[in-house]
T-cell receptor
Framework: GENVEQHPSTLSVQEGDSAVIKCTYS??????FPWYKQELGKRPQLIID?????GEKKDQRIAVTLNKTAKHFSLHITETQPEDSAVYFC????????????FGTGTLLAVQP | DSGVTQTPKHLITATGQRVTLRCSPR?????VYWYQQSLDQGLQFLIQ???????AKGNILERFSAQQFPDLHSELNLSSLELGDSALYFC????????????FGDGTRLSIL
């Protein structure tokens, strides 16, 4: 069935350190992998996404890598800042005629000043 | 501001009642998605509409129904409400369907007393 596993569930880092969140998906037909940041009481906000024909994508301090063979994708945040503290969700889309997103269970990132 | 508008922001009602949640997608977006977010189930896909037609269904209960109107706004109807239906309900929209970025509204917080 469709499943996305996400680790770790909580992550605490010191300001300026890097943070890595990893996800594994089950459906080999998945072709689109977005990452969302959700602050307490707010909406999920798209921060970066990657498609299956690309192995890595960067946007300033954020990068995402994808290994389609192993069905793994990861979010990397460098030079973390207190405002990066939030819950981060990975997701996988089944694509095709639908854009149904299967979400991971979320990672609570705490950046300690 | 994502451009996706959801009303109402908060809804408090009793068991057995029926409510309607409303969503207006971003200008130009044809796809609308509904998600449920609860503490124990995370972010769960409910249903997708594309240009007025149902495109995909997730684990949506039979007590729940949705539709997308000719002006592309969507409504999610929840009936015979139970305590377990208390959750955040998010609407998202995308330009088309298939590997498209989804942008979320601010959600409707539903509390069943």
């Amino acid at each position: 069935g469709e499943n996305v596993e996400q680790h770790p569930s909580t992550l605490s880092v010191q300001e300026g350190d890097s943070a890595v969140i990893k996800c594994t998906y089950s459906d080999s037909a998945s072709n689109y992998f977005p990452w969302y940041k959700q602050e307490l009481g707010k909406r999920p906000q798209l921060i970066i996404d990657i498609r299956s024909n690309v192995g890595e994508k960067k946007d300033q301090r954020i990068a995402v890598t994808l290994n389609k063979t192993a069905k793994h994708f990861s979010l990397h945040i460098t030079e973390t800042q207190p405002e990066d503290s939030a819950v981060y969700f990975c997701a996988a889309s089944l694509g095709g005629a639908t854009n149904k997103l299967i979400f991971g269970t979320g990672t609570l990132l705490a950046v300690q000043p | 501001d994502s451009g996706v508008t959801q009303t109402p922001k908060h809804l408090i009602t009793a068991t057995g009642q029926r409510v309607t949640l409303r969503c207006s997608p971003r200008s130009g977006d044809l796809s609308v998605y509904w998600y449920q977010q609860s503490l124990d189930q995370g972010l769960q896909f409910l249903i997708q509409y594309y240009n007025g037609e149902e495109r995909a269904k997730g684990n949506i209960l039979e007590r729940f129904s949705a539709q997308q109107f000719p002006d592309l706004h969507s409504e999610l109807n929840l009936s015979s409400l139970e305590l377990g239906d208390s959750a955040l309900y998010f609407c998202a929209s995308s330009v088309g369907t298939g590997d498209q970025p989804q942008h979320f509204g601010d959600g409707t917080r539903l509390s069943i007393l």
